[in-house]
């Protein structure tokens, strides 16, 4: 299995790391540390681009408790504006204020430096498993694709 999974949008090419977790249906991703335990989250590729360049990013403070499927932060693109999920449960350990300060970042280095939060996640086992593993992420990206070329998303 590669290591990432590619995808076209137009002429765009965007790669999706396969050594993470992905919400389905709100493309954040989950990076485990197996060292501290805890997850790192960010947006990933495909959500980026339906949302667009991102002109606005508001995140909640290190030490706040949040559940699976709560707003994690609130978005503003060029496209439109969201509130995506929390993918998992836990506290919030610490946040990325470089993202507040400079929202180009989650677009211009989404798997890196442009991470959300880092979270204590309090039912990794059980969460994970309902997200997509890397099994299962060429067939999601292709039926995400599908979905949003619909949803009139992305061309």
């Known amino acids: 299995m590669s290591n990432t999974q590619e995808f076209k949008i137009g002429t765009d090419l965007y790669s999706i790391p396969a050594d993470r977790f992905y919400g389905r249906e709100n ?14 989250i ?3 590729a ?21 559940e699976r499927g709560e707003s994690l932060w609130h978005a503003r693109g060029r496209q439109n504006d969201r509130r995506p999920d929390f993918p998992i449960s836990g506290e919030i350990v610490e946040r990325n204020d470089l993202t507040v300060r400079n929202p180009a970042l989650v677009n211009q280095e989404t798997y890196t430096n ?27 990206v292709d039926s995400e ?11």
């Open 46 to 66: 495909l959500g980026l681009a339906a949302l667009g360049d991102l002109a606005y990013v508001s995140l909640q403070p290190a030490g706040t408790k949040v």
């Open 42 to 44: 960010g947006m990933d």
């Open 27 to 40: 493309h954040m991703w989950a990076s485990f540390d197996h060292v501290t335990g805890n997850v790192t």
């Open 114 to 140: 442009g991470w959300l939060v880092v979270i204590k996640p309090s039912n990794w086992e059980n969460e994970s498993a309902q997200m997509v593993n890397v099994d299962e992420l060429p067939a999601w």
């Open 145 to 155: 694709l599908k979905r949003y070329r619909q949803q009139g998303w992305i061309d």
